[in-house]
């Protein structure tokens, strides 16, 4: 009888220990801050493409807009590739050095691949012969409003896709 109490001591004891962390996340914290990340990454990068390659900028977008289905299942394909080999990596333990790099880098690309997919959109709706800037808030816009919903999310991931997709092809081609 004593050993059974004192296992029954331990595990209540055990299960009354505080961890430290407290971590509480509600539904519309994590989807706004995820349409907050979507609409500044997407800001951001956009600007920094018109600044700095305006030029390469509209050859990207005028890309997306002539081939889109052949960019989004170019920008897939690529990214079921980039997991697979990814995962690949890993698996062999020393590829991890070579896993983390890949994934930055397919990281920088997505971020530039979406950026210009979003600033085509945008474009197309308000022209940028006033200016970058209209085009660049609206993308951003829509990129952060269609990441709220759940649906929307996987449209923006198409169209994030169709950008990745084009800049990879301008690389690889």
Not at 101 to 107: C, D, V
Request: proline share 2%; charged share 10%.
């Amino acid at each position: 009888m004593t050993g059974l109490r004192g296992v029954m001591l331990t595990t209540a004891t055990a299960a009354q220990v505080d961890s430290g962390l407290d971590v509480d996340v509600a539904l519309g914290e994590g989807l706004a801050s995820g349409a907050v990340g979507a609409f500044l990454t997407t800001l951001i990068v956009g600007a920094i493409l018109i600044a700095v390659a305006p030029d390469y900028t509209e050859r990207m977008m005028d890309a997306v807009v002539d081939d889109p289905i052949g960019s989004v299942v170019y920008g897939v394909v690529s990214l079921v590739v980039i997991f697979v080999l990814v995962i690949l990596l890993v698996v062999t333990i020393v590829g991890i050095l070579l896993a983390i790099p890949l994934l930055l880098l397919a990281y920088l690309l997505w971020a530039i691949g979406s950026a210009i997919a979003f600033l085509a959109i945008g474009d197309r709706l308000v022209s940028h012969g006033e200016g970058w800037l209209k085009p660049l808030l609206v993308g951003a816009g829509i990129n952060g409003v269609l990441v709220v919903t759940g649906v929307g999310s996987l449209l923006a991931i198409c169209i994030g896709a169709a950008g990745f997709g084009a800049v990879l092809r301008s690389w690889l081609d």
